[in-house]
């Protein structure tokens, strides 16, 4: 109806009379008979064996699940998501075969009993990512503690202007003291920090 956008508008327009008869002549969109839902654990899914992976990877989750003694499932699972994340940004994929792009990405959930070693796994599998964000933040710390200085100062300087501007009477003068804030501002580096390549 004209000027109604939801059963609100018609109660208010036309009363509950018009709302009953309209949820009254409503159909189902689809006859489909849904399936109950199948609980946690009542279905078996197949294992996924370390062989999913190529190459050394593999190599990597088996040694993994037999070290900690766990699932190799577990072990998989972490490796691909380490994968996922040193992969991250580097593909593309063309889902509907078109210009349509999307970065490849995965994303894991893995659930195991307390005590089950995931941490152990989680460890193993991040260890070589933790050391690259060593390495590269040691050869990056000269880089960052110049740019924070950098910033440090120009902060302190916008500070000062900033009373100064605050101070000057004159028009002009304040005028030109916003124009070299914010010329200042401009030329303040970015802020740089330590690259990372996942948090908990």
Known sequence: M???????????VRGKAAVKA??????????EVWPDPIPL?????????????????????AATAISTQSPPALATMFTLSVLA???QGRFEIAPYGDDYREPL?????????????KTAVFNAGVAPM???????????????ARCFAQREVALKRIERL???????????KREALQDEIQAEKEAMPDETRPPRLFTT
């Not at 990405?105 to 070693?117: A, D, E, F, K, M």
């Open 2 to 12: 004209p000027g109604m956008s939801d059963l609100n508008d018609l109660l208010k």
């Open 22 to 31: 309209t949820i009254d002549r409503a159909r189902p969109v689809t006859n």
């Open 41 to 61: 654990g009542g279905r078996r899914t197949p294992e996924i064996d370390s062989g999913v992976l190529p190459g050394i990877f593999a190599e990597h989750a």
């Open 85 to 87: 994340t040193v992969l």
């Open 105 to 117: 990405s995965i994303w894991t959930c893995s659930c195991y009993p307390v005590g089950g070693r």
């Open 130 to 144: 933790q050391r690259w964000e060593k390495l590269a933040g040691d050869r990056a710390r000269s880089e960052i």
């Open 162 to 172: 900033k009373q100064d501007a605050a101070r000057e009477k004159d028009s002009k």
